[in-house]
């Protein structure tokens, strides 16, 4: 089993909080029966990649360095996605 300090958690708090606020965003507007444009889901995307700090402070703060690190290896892959995706278009 992996301990609390291990690189993989930090990978997994760092896809779950993006996929989580990205989700939710949508879901307000599918229900609301707004379209998104994409300029508009660049910026909700980069928002979501950017709450990524909190949880990336809150295990440095706890000395589990690894998964904080796992946090921010996940979050710079996440925003060169996103350079390529919505940057180069």
Known sequence: ML??????WGVMWGLLLPAIIISGVYFAF?????????????????????????????FSKRYVEYTARGVMVITMLLVLLWAILFMLD
């Open 3 to 8: 301990k609390k300090n291990h690189i993989i």
């Open 30 to 58: 599918y229900l609301n029966g707004l379209l998104l444009t994409w300029e508009l889901m660049g910026q909700i995307v980069i928002f979501a990649i950017a709450t990524n700090i909190v949880p990336a402070q809150y």
